[in-house]
Structure formats: C-alpha cells, structure tokens
C-alpha cells in the first residue's frame, strides 16, 4: 500500500520521576541511542534503527505517565490538510512552532476525544541509523547494547470515548481498525479495544476505554525476533526490571511480547512477531469471553495488573 498521510508514530514524551535514573535505564537497559537533551532539561532518544533524531522524550515530573505523542506525516501539505479537516469536524488545533522540541518542526497539536494530547509534524531531521546510506552493514554495535528495539512502534492509550476516537482516526486522520475487543453481551458488547493502523502493521496506535482520561498503558518497542524478546526478558533478569506479564504471544494482533516498568511506573512493551494486514481486510473481533486468549494466548490469564495499571 501506499504510505500517504499519516506515516507512523514519531515521538512520545514520557515524565519520569528522576530524570537521571531513567536516562541511564532507557540508554543502558533498554537500549536506546541518546541523541540529544535541550534547555528545559528533557533529554532524547531514538531506537537504533529510527533515522530521525528523536521518540522518545523524557520530562522530569511529579508522576509518571505521558506529555503527548507524535505521529510523522508525509510532508506540510498533508499537515495543512489535517488541519483544515480536523477544524472543519470541529477540532481545535494549534501550531507549536518549530525547535521547541530538538530537531523537530512545527508541530499541529490537539486534544483526543480520550483526554490525551495528540500531534502531526512534517519535518524532523534525518540522523540515519549510523550505518550509512551506502553499502551498509546489516547492524552496528547500538544494535547489541540493551535490548536494543529497532524503534518506537506504537502506544495503547487509555481513556474514555473510544468510539468518539475512532470515528477520529478512521474518518478523518486515514488509520483503520484492525481488530478489536468487544465488552460484555449484557452491555450489549461496545468496543472497549480498538486496534488502528496507518500502515500495513497490525496497529500504530491503540485505545481502550478507561474513565480517566489522558492515561498511558504502554509505549513499545519492536524487536526483530522472538529471540530477541527472549533475550530482552533475559537482560530483564539481569537488571531487575520488574515484569507485568511475559514473556507470552498475545491472541489480538499476535505479538510475542513482554511488558514491563520503567523505572517511574511507565509500562513498556518489547515486541516481535503479528502479522502485516491490508486495506480491504475486514477486522479481526475479540469477543469479551475470549478475551483472556487475546490478552494471554498460550494461557488465557485476564492479568489483573495488565488490565489494571495505567499511568
Ligand atoms: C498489544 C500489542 C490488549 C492487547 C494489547 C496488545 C490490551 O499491546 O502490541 O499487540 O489486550
Ligand atoms: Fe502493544
């Protein structure tokens, strides 16, 4: 397919309760390249295999839990034409301009349905991956330090509206629904998890429904095997990193994952595996009494704190 309009998720800025402890943790343990860190004290990273300069962002706050995320667009003109449509559908945007955040242009921000700050941005600047552009090596050393994702995949957010969400993201901002997760039959089975793509990947951003708006469930990060998520669960281990659930494959989207804490309390996700979906493909539905397999394929657990824990 064609990749036009929204791209893919560019950048999450994350708070962390102590800026240095967990510059050292996504740099060390998971693994990922600090690019840069700006006035305000936030500090930057990009996975190794991400040619633009930065996703994550980290804010030393108060609590833990996420600022806003980010998603690249194909040029301005798309983000001029985003703005005009979510305007036109009653959307209040803004323009942040650009270099408020490093190596980053100006950004169209406003709020979703489900209380969380939302962006579109065209420019971000191209560092490459450190291999080159010519002949380059298939990895360099930044592949093997940490758990070394290959990049910032996508985020589940949790917060009321997801219906209101994606009436957003499908009629407006050009995502689909790929699967998704209904509630019980006595609630007459609303959708309660919806899995969007702007991409042929089983989702760049997901949402399930939450009374409390603006709420972070996980940032992930994709890993190129299922040994490699073995191996993260290993260097998981070796740091005492305190594990939700996995290593296991989910039902919904097949990912083989394992999620775990920050050390603020943000859950992470590392991942492999799902499955690459197209444009005429119908969605996939979890119904609420399957759900366990969706969460937990191998053994169906409805983990309490997966379920629960938002931050
Ligand atoms: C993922 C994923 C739920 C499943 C989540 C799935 C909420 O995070 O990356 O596939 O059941
Ligand atoms: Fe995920």
């Given at each position: 397919m064609a990749i036009t309009g929204v791209m893919r998720a560019g950048h999450a800025q994350l708070r962390v309760l102590d800026i240095q402890v967990s510059r050292k943790f996504y740099r060390d343990v998971i693994g990922l390249v600090e690019t840069g860190e700006d006035a305000q004290g936030r500090v930057y990273f990009k996975a190794w295999?991400?040619?633009?300069?930065?996703s994550i962002v980290l804010r030393q706050a108060d609590s833990a839990g996420v600022d806003f995320v980010g998603y690249r667009v194909l040029d301005a003109a798309s983000l001029d034409q985003f703005e005009r449509d979510l305007n036109a559908r009653g959307v209040a945007t803004r323009r942040i301009p650009a270099g408020e955040m490093l190596e980053t242009g100006e950004r169209l921000r406003f709020t979703l349905p489900s209380g969380h700050e939302f962006e579109l941005f065209a420019e971000k600047a191209h560092v490459g991956n450190g291999l080159g552009l010519k002949n380059p090596p298939p990895w360099g050393p930044d592949a093997e330090h940490?758990?070394?994702?290959?990049r910032f995949d996508h985020c589940l957010l949790y917060g009321p509206n997801v219906a209101a969400v994606k009436a957003l993201f499908t009629e407006v901002l050009g995502f689909r629904l790929v699967e998704r997760i209904l509630g019980p039959v006595e609630a007459?089975?609303?959708?309660v998890g919806i899995f969007l793509s702007?991409?042929?990947?089983?989702?760049d951003i997901a949402f399930v429904e939450h009374p409390?708006?603006?709420?972070?469930?996980h940032v992930s990060f994709r890993l190129n095997s299922w040994e490699r998520v073995q191996r993260a669960s290993d260097i998981m281990g070796m740091n005492r990193v305190p594990i939700d659930m996995g290593p296991t494959r989910h039902g919904v989207t097949r990912g083989e994952t394992i999620y775990a804490w920050d050390p603020s309390g943000n859950r992470f996700e590392t991942f492999a595996g799902g499955y690459e979906p197209y444009p005429d493909w119908e969605p996939i539905t979890w119904t609420f009494d399957e759900f366990g397999h969706g969460l937990d394929y191998p053994t169906g657990t409805l983990h309490e704190s997966f379920l629960g824990v938002v931050s």
């Open positions: 295999d991400e040619r633009d300069h930065n940490g758990m070394a994702p290959v007459g089975e609303p959708e702007c991409s042929n990947k089983t989702h409390n708006p603006g709420k972070l469930h």
